[in-house]
């Protein structure tokens, strides 16, 4: 059974940067879109940012447009999301996961890691 394990979560300060990355054992990411999404405590989970197989797509919430960036290393069977020009509303356990399609859907994203914790103070 294959695994996405996220980490590089953190506390910083508004206005930092954190990258998080998100590992997959077991299972190669090349045939997947893969996304990241984040739930903030009292809140439903949201769609962040997806990125294509190949990966020649990027798409974003429009509430992290210009600030975040999605990026895959097939090779290495990793993904990545670099947050530039943290706010405190970016407060929220990230998790990262994998879709057969190339989606902002939830629903379709079938494998899903445990989370990272961001924390942004203000």
């Known amino acids: 059974q294959g695994q996405l394990v996220e980490s590089g979560g953190g506390l910083v300060q508004a206005g930092g940067s954190l990258r998080l990355s998100c590992a997959a054992s077991?299972?190669?990411?090349?045939?997947?879109?893969m996304g990241w999404f984040r739930q903030a405590p009292g809140k439903e989970r949201e769609f962040v940012a997806t990125i294509s197989r190949d990966p020649s797509l990027t798409y974003y919430a429009d509430s992290v447009e210009g600030r975040f960036t999605i990026s895959r290393d097939n090779a290495k069977n990793l993904v990545y999301l670099q947050m530039h020009t943290l706010k405190p509303e970016d407060t929220a356990v990230y998790y990262c996961a994998a879709s057969a399609s190339y989606s902002v859907l939830l629903a379709s994203y079938k494998f899903w890691g445990q989370g990272t914790q961001v924390t942004v103070s203000s």
């Open positions: 077991g299972r190669s990411i090349s045939t997947y879109a």
